[in-house]
């Protein structure tokens, strides 16, 4: 992490944010040493100039040096901005784990106090504590750092309520960790970085409340100056010298800028560049079509290789050289445990790998279309309905805000160019094949009025909604409940049976896999070890794939005696390194 | 060896029309130095019975008693007795605080002892813990990132064994990880249960891995315990249509699947 960030500061960005802070502490710390005089020497005979060489920002009323003043005006402008967002940042800090860890009537009064103050402008809110404190520096100060306090209560609260409801700190609880020391121990360093990225652009908010109150002659008072003030003074001959004007917005605006790009540095996520190019086809190429013998392999895969970007920036490969084909109709199984490369396979096959990836082959073709290319439009429609994607989590993969029945109906609307009552039709069939009972109705329902493992058998109903020839099914059972996965797996068959589709089921469980398919696949390390007919798994020679088999336990099992263990021997996968 | 018994617990969620019972007046005995499994789907509210013996979650009626004392009381006394009930978690990677390292996560179970270890001593005690569950302990000082799934569920045993419990309570806590490492892990908390003569709830949907490790069996359903016993008695005659649905359900190394119903 820290590493990282100190590469993010070499970035230009993280260099002009380093300058811009120097720039302004150098201001703050040398600005009324230095330029204090020139800021204060008075010389009537030349008030209220424009802007020169010898006064960039001309003179005010008293002849004294505007630029000088704007410098000297920094540690006043500075200092108030960090005590104000000290004061919200301490302050919500305090009250947001303290809404976090009280019991929980207590903590919606607070929360509720928090919504009405929230509701309220800061300007406002500021304007009421400075009649409390007067108008002074040190009153305006208070003022917007308290009135800051509600926004970082909120941001604390809800932040450390996530945190709260993480294991860890159920484990520091059942431990007997205090409240009190839980909340320093693992609430606060949990919500430190969020919590940095709001100071650092909530700083740029507060400078410019500010100069708003300076500005309204709510904040400081003369003879003592901050940008607010000399923004005031200029503002009133803005027509004959804007420079009087302008030079103190300027460095208003800056000095929030650099607040501002300060906050988006330690937020700053490496972005990852494109990896991937598809060659674009030639005309003739997009308007050849295809006709695919149905004794063809679905799905030809020679020697696929899928790289992403690490994140030092170089590219790894982590599918090394895989071949493998599925017949019409199949039942192939790919076992393997993570990392192993087995759903990056299924993926690149299924043509979903993102732009941060880039997928080799010497051959990777889905019934006569070639995926390493960029799909026609024809074969992107083909591969909507010939091609049916069932992930491990159906909650994320079906949209939340749709019925079931208008998800289901897009696929034969949109790609199969059916009307709307026979896509309904096509629905109800579907949901009834699943064995889903009283489809009609469950049509109308939205995703979370179903099961688990009924969303999955939406989700092979949706993949029935086509003309499936492959469903890709990537741990579909792993969230479920044995008895749930049986159903599921059961619609998978039944889905296979009605449509002679073939399925590539991806999965962890070795023991499910050689009960569900005619194929298994074993990959290791994004290597393919062992390919084997589903009922001859005894037979597997690898030694990984006979200790695959032999460290599940079973209902035959000896309890007397330890499980084997798979020897972690075998070397790292290596990394190669190209350099982009 | 302690015995940790559910006595007619009962757990609400909800207030008025919208409550539901996620433990409906289960009765459970986990006798002194044995694994008991228990056993249910999603929903079943067997991880329900987990937090209720922490005290992460509160019961609505009946006690748990630990060597006769009952821990769901506010007392002091119940309070100091119910720390010597600890608990595994599922995943382990929310188990760990990211931004602590390891060592102190795991002195972290200290606490529970109650009593104040100098700096030295501390130190030793995770070294030897962490010795204990096969993690290098000179890597004490690393973060959690810095580990394996395995490795980082081995942490959080070595945390739970810091607090020197009587009862230890495993929700879950292979079904995050790898089969190949679900051995180790497993192999593990058989050799820390006879080693220390732990007693044990051991939860899990997986009747493979709740036949391996446990003495006794109960299987939960919508919130009761519908059946219990010798673990080589219930799965051999199972008596509840449920636990037989159950045991249908397991996929048999090499077996094809049976997806039609009986």
Redesign the interface.
């Known amino acids: 992490m820290s590493s990282r960030f100190v590469r993010t500061l070499r970035t230009p960005a993280g260099i002009t944010v380093i300058a811009g802070v120097v720039i302004v502490l150098l201001a703050t710390v040398f600005g009324p040493v230095l330029f204090g005089e020139a800021a204060s020497a008075r010389d009537i005979a030349g008030r209220q100039q424009g802007a020169s060489l010898e006064h960039p920002f001309g003179t005010d009323e008293l002849g004294r040096d505007l630029l000088a003043r704007v410098i000297v005006a920094t540690r006043i402008s500075v200092l108030l901005t960090l005590g104000a967002t000290g004061i919200s940042v301490v302050g919500g800090v305090i009250v947001g784990i303290v809404a976090a860890v009280l019991p929980s009537f207590a903590r919606r009064l607070v929360n509720a106090l928090i919504d009405i103050l929230l509701s309220f402008p800061w300007l406002l809110l500021a304007l009421f504590f400075s009649v409390i404190w007067g108008t002074t520096a040190t009153g305006a100060m208070l003022a917007v750092g308290f009135a800051g306090i509600p926004v970082f209560g909120r941001l604390v609260s809800t932040l450390a309520s996530s945190v709260a409801g993480?294991?860890?700190v159920?484990?520091?609880?059942?431990?007997?960790?205090s409240p009190l020391r839980t909340a320093v121990?693992?609430v606060v360093?949990?919500i430190?970085p969020p919590l940095l990225v709001n100071t650092a652009s909530h700083a740029s908010v507060t400078l410019l409340s500010f100069a708003a109150l300076s500005f309204l002659g709510l904040g400081v008072q003369a003879p003592e100056y901050d940008w607010g003030r000399l923004l005031n003074e200029g503002a009133r001959r803005i027509y004959v010298d804007p420079m009087a004007a302008i030079g103190p917005g300027i460095a208003i605006v800056l000095t929030g800028v650099v607040f501002s790009l300060l906050g988006a540095l330690f937020s700053e996520k490496r972005s990852g560049r494109t990896l991937r190019a598809l060659p674009r086809r030639s005309r003739a190429e997009t308007r050849a079509i295809f006709t695919v013998p149905d004794t063809a392999p679905v799905v030809e895969a020679v020697d696929l290789r899928v790289s992403f970007r690490a994140e030092d920036g170089g590219v790894v490969e982590r599918v090394h050289g895989v071949s493998l084909s599925v017949a019409p109709g199949e039942i192939v199984g790919i076992v393997g445990?993570?990392g192993s490369g087995k759903s990056v396979t299924a993926m690149a096959i299924a043509g979903l790998l993102g732009p941060d990836s880039l997928v080799e082959s010497d051959t990777l073709v889905f019934r006569g279309i070639d995926m390493t290319r960029e799909p026609t439009s024809v074969e992107k429609r083909r591969l909507a309905l010939e091609q049916a994607m069932i992930f491990q989590d159906p909650l994320s993969s079906l949209n939340p805000s749709l019925t079931v029945g208008r998800q289901l109906r897009e696929v034969s609307e949109i790609h199969g160019r059916t009307g709307r009552a026979a896509a309904l039709a096509r629905a109800v069939e579907a949901l009834t094949l699943v064995r889903i009972p009283d489809a009609a109705r469950r049509l109308g329902q939205l995703p979370h009025e179903f099961s688990?493992g009924m969303r999955q058998r939406a989700m092979i109903a949706m993949g029935l909604m086509g003309s499936p020839r492959l469903i890709i099914a990537d741990e579909p059972t792993t969230a479920?409940?044995?008895?749930?996965?049986?159903q599921v797996?059961?619609a998978l068959?039944d889905a296979q049976r009605s449509t002679g589709a073939a399925i590539l089921l991806i999965s962890?469980?070795?023991?499910?896999v050689?009960?569900?398919c005619d194929r298994v696949i074993v990959m290791r390390h994004g290597r393919v070890v062992e390919e084997l007919a589903?009922?001859r798994?005894?037979e597997a020679r690898h030694p990984y794939t006979r200790?695959?088999?032999a460290?599940?336990?079973?209902?035959g099992?000896d309890?007397d005696e330890?499980?084997?263990?798979?020897d972690?021997g075998e070397p790292v996968p290596e990394q190669k390194e190209i350099v982009a | 060896m302690s015995e940790l018994e559910f006595r007619q617990v009962s757990v609400r969620y909800g207030h008025g029309r919208s409550a539901h019972l996620a433990v409906d007046s289960a009765d459970l005995v986990v006798r002194g130095g044995t694994t008991h499994g228990l056993v249910g789907e999603s929903g079943s509210g067997k991880s329900t019975m987990a937090r209720i013996a922490v005290g992460l979650t509160p019961v609505s009626g009946g006690s748990i008693l630990l060597d006769g004392v009952d821990i769901t009381d506010r007392a002091k006394e119940a309070r100091l007795a119910r720390r010597r009930v600890q608990m595994v978690f599922q995943d382990p990677f929310s188990a760990l605080d990211p931004r602590m390292p390891i060592g102190a996560s795991i002195a972290e179970g200290l606490l529970a002892t109650g009593r104040s270890y100098s700096r030295l001593d501390r130190e030793a005690r995770v070294h030897a813990l962490l010795d204990r569950v096969q993690i290098d302990p000179s890597r004490a000082g690393e973060s959690p990132s810095a580990f394996s799934g395995g490795q980082r569920q081995r942490i959080t045993i070595a945390r739970a064994l810091a607090a020197e419990p009587a009862v230890l309570i495993a929700d879950e806590i292979t079904s995050a990880l790898d089969v190949s490492v679900q051995g180790v892990v497993l192999n593990l908390l058989r050799d820390l249960q006879q080693e220390l003569d732990l007693t044990m709830l051991f939860i899990s949907h997986n009747l493979a891995v709740v036949r391996y490790v446990s003495d006794e069996v109960s299987v939960m359903r919508a919130g009761r315990i519908v059946e219990h016993g010798e673990t080589s008695t219930v799965l051999a005659h199972p008596t509840d249509p449920y636990t037989r649905e159950l045991l249908r359900s397991v996929p048999v190394m090499g077996e094809p699947l049976e997806l039609e119903d009986a």
Do not use: K, W, Y
């Open positions: 993480s294991d860890f159920h484990a520091a609880r059942i431990l007997g960790s121990r693992h360093p949990n430190l445990e993570s688990g479920l409940d044995v008895t749930v996965q049986r797996l059961r068959r962890h469980d070795i023991a499910l050689s009960g569900f589903a009922d798994l005894d200790g695959l088999i460290c599940v336990p079973d209902m099992t309890r330890p499980l084997p263990v798979i972690a």
